[in-house]
């Protein structure tokens, strides 16, 4: 067995099988393609082994390098829209074979740290759709617009290759500020998309996504499920409390109060019971909630776009710009409106 695939702790980790497509797009630009895997400590040895992992800040940079270095910001969402199922091996032939698009997501959700770690994904009902989120935990990853647009795209192409071609989102959400050209991203993912939210989603229609397509081969999952779960254990993917109800965190602030009552539902506990054991872990839903507030709070007022603070607000899920103004301060020592200046 190869370095590579020793156990790499919490280190934020990417198969190179799911950047295999990335690779390829640089086939006939051997000069570009050369000088960008030498910036980023990309051996082709490495690439050549789909099981191979990397650094994923090294990865994101990568990516943000290759669309300047092609002289195209839209060139993740153009590759995820070419996406094919054995781009990511074995857990795109369990998408695949799910008889629903729901099915299919709920697959990606539970399984996504085969691919890579430090990642949040969730496949939630809410009302009449669910939600799929995507989004990188670590929030020293920044810039990240790429891989955010390739990987909601390419999620969009799965089910259009596996399901049915005419299919389109509600709704596409991204964290990132919006482009000079919002509408090519409109054209891709054939939906209204929104910039500047708390996390990457994609919010479908509950009866696009129940129909059944295929009857499911139990067997055939199983066996993928089981190798997918060998690939996450082998890189020691944690699945703490902690990480759980962060990733609930993600997806709901902004869009309904986040509350230990409602977070305890959600996980199939009660209350007091999801409160004990985030002690034990040394945190709770406040100091969580709070963390994530800040690390998005200073994101968006890092950008220095002309979003109100009013806009943040919302996007945090404060009442008010002045009740986050309030807690701002409680964080820093100033107003919102002095940071940057």
Same mark, same amino acid.
């Given at each position: 067995m190869k370095d590579v695939h020793r156990r790499t702790g919490n280190v934020a980790f990417i198969r190179v099988a799911a950047i295999?497509? !990335?690779? =390829?797009?640089?086939?006939? #630009?051997?000069?570009?393609?050369?000088v960008l895997l030498a910036r980023h400590r990309l051996s082709q040895s490495l690439l050549d082994d789909p099981y191979a992992v990397i650094p994923l800040q090294r990865f994101i940079a990568f990516f943000e390098d290759a669309a300047e270095a092609l002289e195209d910001p839209y060139f993740g969402a153009k590759l995820?829209?070419?996406?094919?199922? /054995?781009?990511?091996g074995p857990l795109g032939m369990l998408f695949s074979l799910s008889p629903t698009i729901k099915d299919a997501f709920e697959r990606i959700a539970k399984f996504v740290n085969s691919l890579q770690n430090s990642t949040s994904s969730n496949f939630v009902e809410d009302g009449e759709t669910f939600v799929w989120t995507y989004r990188i935990a670590d929030q020293s990853i920044w810039p990240r617009r790429q891989?955010?647009?390739?990987? !909601? /795209?390419? *999620?969009?192409? !799965? +089910?259009?290759? @596996?399901? *049915?071609? /005419?299919?389109?989102?509600?709704? +596409? =959400?991204?964290? =990132?500020?919006a482009p000079a050209d919002a509408e090519i991203l409109r054209r891709i993912f054939r939906a209204p998309v929104l910039f500047r939210q708390s996390s990457n989603r994609i919010? %479908?229609?509950?009866?696009?996504?129940?129909?059944?397509? #295929?009857?499911? @081969?139990? &067997?055939?999952?199983s066996i993928l499920e089981r190798h997918i779960a060998d690939l996450i254990e082998e890189t020691e993917v944690?699945? *703490? !409390?902690?990480?759980? +109800?962060?990733?609930?965190? &993600? =997806?709901? +602030?902004g869009r309904r109060p986040v509350t230990i009552g409602f977070l305890a539902?959600?996980?199939? %506990? @009660?209350? #007091?019971t999801l409160q004990r054991q985030l002690e034990r872990e040394g945190t709770s839903v406040r100091s969580l909630t709070q963390t994530y507030r800040q690390q998005l709070a200073a994101n968006l007022l890092a950008t220095g776009k002309k979003t109100s603070i009013s806009e943040i607000a919302e996007t945090l899920g404060y009442a008010d710009s002045a009740v986050f103004g309030r807690a701002f301060k409680t964080w820093t020592g100033h107003a919102p409106s002095r940071t940057g200046k």
């Open positions: 295999t497509p !990335l690779i =390829h797009q640089f086939d006939k #630009r051997q000069e570009k393609a050369r995820g829209s070419a996406f094919k199922p /054995a781009d990511i891989d955010a647009e390739y990987s !909601l /795209a390419a *999620s969009c192409q !799965l +089910v259009r290759s @596996n399901f *049915s071609s /005419a299919w389109k989102p509600e709704e +596409v =959400h991204f964290e =990132h500020d919010i %479908m229609r509950t009866d696009d996504i129940t129909r059944v397509y #295929r009857s499911d @081969n139990k &067997e055939l999952a944690g699945q *703490s !409390l902690t990480s759980k +109800v962060t990733a609930l965190i &993600e =997806h709901y +602030v539902e959600e996980l199939g %506990m @009660n209350a #007091r």
